[in-house]
């Protein structure tokens, strides 16, 4: 059975999408350029491609029903403003698709969210959603050394990496089917006793209660 996650990357805020839409619509477009060449022609020159797109068409249910795809369910609202504090805070999401052949388990940032309320459905939010992959960036800096040993020396350049702040790498594990937070905290940590470090850490108020796809950071 196919699920959708999607939530905020560390894994604190996320839900599976309650009804699964018809069709996912995935773009991987190229970027090539073609150039005209005095004496040659149109040639072309292959670039690497753009960042994959994934759109979709759903809707948020007001009641729970047969075709509803998670064990919880939220009023739509929840789902709306959830997304819309994303956007506002400029979140990285991670999306998780399992259950068919075109698994996906990513990074990716809204590109576009709509929604609305059909008369005679009152009560439920119909919605599409653009998603485009995010690719992890480091900028650099340059730094200008002035020297006045020589005037060659003057002009010399170096870069310098601007490096995280927090160099710690956090561990995160997804939840599957069938998993406990005391199996992988004996797993991972090699004492089922240290699920409350895992509960703590992710703030979950429960740890009997952690779903298929949720993401969770490891101490």
């Known amino acids: 059975m196919y699920k959708m996650y999607i939530g905020i990357q560390n894994g604190e805020e996320g839900f599976i999408i309650p009804v699964l839409p018809e069709k996912i619509e995935i773009n991987e477009d190229g970027d090539n350029k073609t150039y005209d060449v005095i004496n040659l022609g149109e040639v072309s020159k292959i670039n690497s491609p753009k960042l994959t797109e994934i759109n979709f068409e759903s809707y948020f ?21 959830k997304i819309k504090e994303w956007r506002e805070k ?10 068919g052949q075109l698994e996906i388990n990513d990074l990716f940032t809204i ?30 800096k340059v730094v200008i050394v002035n020297n006045n040993l020589s005037k060659a020396k003057s002009n010399k ?23 406990t937070l005391w199996h992988i905290s004996k797993k991972f940590l090699g004492d089922g006793n240290r699920y409350k470090e895992i509960a703590k850490l992710n703030n979950i108020s429960n740890p009997n209660l952690i779903y298929v796809g949720q993401v969770l950071k490891l101490p």
């Open 61 to 81: 249910p007001l009641n729970n029903g047969p075709y509803v795809s998670s064990e919880q369910v939220f009023e739509p609202s929840f789902y709306i403003t």
């Open 90 to 99: 400029k979140q990285k999401l991670r999306f998780i698709l399992v259950g």
């Open 111 to 140: 590109e576009n969210f709509k929604y609305e309320e059909h008369g005679g459905e009152i009560g439920d939010i119909y919605y599409s959603i653009e998603l485009k992959r995010y690719k992890n960036h480091v900028a650099r």
């Open 157 to 179: 350049v170096k870069t310098k990496s601007i490096r995280n702040t927090d160099n710690k790498k956090v561990k995160t594990y997804t939840v599957v089917n069938g998993d």
